[in-house]
């Protein structure tokens, strides 16, 4: 089910606890926990309605900016069922809080388990350690550039990326991956001596939906991070090659999740 930015901000705030699809079937239950860029969104309930039976509460709680926009919205695919789907914040990511705990001996030995069967599972061999070292040597590299390193498929790649991130040992950034902490670790642990990498930076990464050419003109101004983006105005941002108008619409939003904003032009 995709949500778009704005409504996930607006979810975890609380001023947004409903959405209106058209589905020939239900693609969510109730209960259902989706990993969002804001955290965990939970389906708390669903029912198939008439469109024709929606209220200005309806389109006030799904975020619509009126009842006639609501239905507007609702009108294509109108042979499919409209569904509302009721949603609220479940809290932060739990693979955030994964990702930075380094593990001890006991949990090293059972992540090393979980690759191995990982490696025994693949239809190309064994694959974790290697990706593990191809990331953590060549940070915030573009997918298609490690695939092609290691002579794969980026879909087939960036496949395999993820089930290291669900075991918490890779971020996933606006232009490629990082190891976490906890990445860090199991790689080190197969070293004769921790390697020596660039100091982590500190503080928010740049929000993913931005699009590469945004977060490759910010990172060419030296704006690795959410917070350096609050000191520059939306008209500065727009001077940059490459940051157009819905990557400026973005970050204000992050921004404002964090109580922020951008600078005042002028």
């Known amino acids: 089910m995709m949500i778009r930015p704005a409504e996930l901000a607006a979810i975890k705030a609380g001023t947004i606890d409903l959405a209106f699809r058209r589905w020939a079937k239900p693609r969510v239950v109730v209960g259902t926990r989706m990993r969002t860029a804001v955290g965990v969104v939970e389906v708390t309930s669903l029912e198939q309605v008439s469109v024709s039976a929606l209220r200005a509460e309806d389109a ?3 975020g619509a900016p009126s009842l006639a926009a609501l239905k507007q919205g609702l009108a294509a695919r109108s042979e499919d ?10 809290g932060p990511d739990p693979r955030e809080a994964l990702r930075a705990t380094v593990p001890d001996a006991d949990e090293l030995a059972a992540i090393n388990a979980r690759l191995d069967r990982l490696d025994a599972a693949s239809s190309h061999g064994a694959w974790t350690r290697a990706t593990l ?11 298609p ?39 860090e670790a ?8 921790p390697r020596v990498r660039a100091p982590r930076e500190q503080g928010t990464p740049l929000p993913r939906n931005i699009g590469a050419p945004a977060t490759r003109a910010l990172r060419e101004a030296g704006v690795t991070t959410l917070e350096q983006v609050a000191s520059y105005s939306a008209e500065q941002l ?11 619409v973005r970050l204000g939003e992050a921004l404002a999740e964090q109580g922020s904003g951008l600078a005042d032009d002028g």
Request: no cysteine.
């Open 186 to 193: 199991v790689v080190d642990a197969g070293l004769p001596a």
């Open 81 to 90: 069922p409209a569904w509302r789907i009721g949603l609220a914040y479940a």
């Open 133 to 143: 070292d191809l990331i953590d040597r060549n940070p915030t590299v573009r997918a």
């Open 238 to 248: 727009a001077a940059m090659h490459g940051v157009g108008p819905i990557a400026i």
């Open 145 to 183: 550039d490690l695939a092609a390193q290691v002579g794969r498929e980026t879909q087939d790649f960036k496949k395999d990326v993820r089930k290291l991130k669900e075991l918490g040992l890779t971020e996933s950034l606006a232009i490629g991956y990082l190891l976490s902490p906890r990445g």
């Open 60 to 62: 006030r709680r799904a």
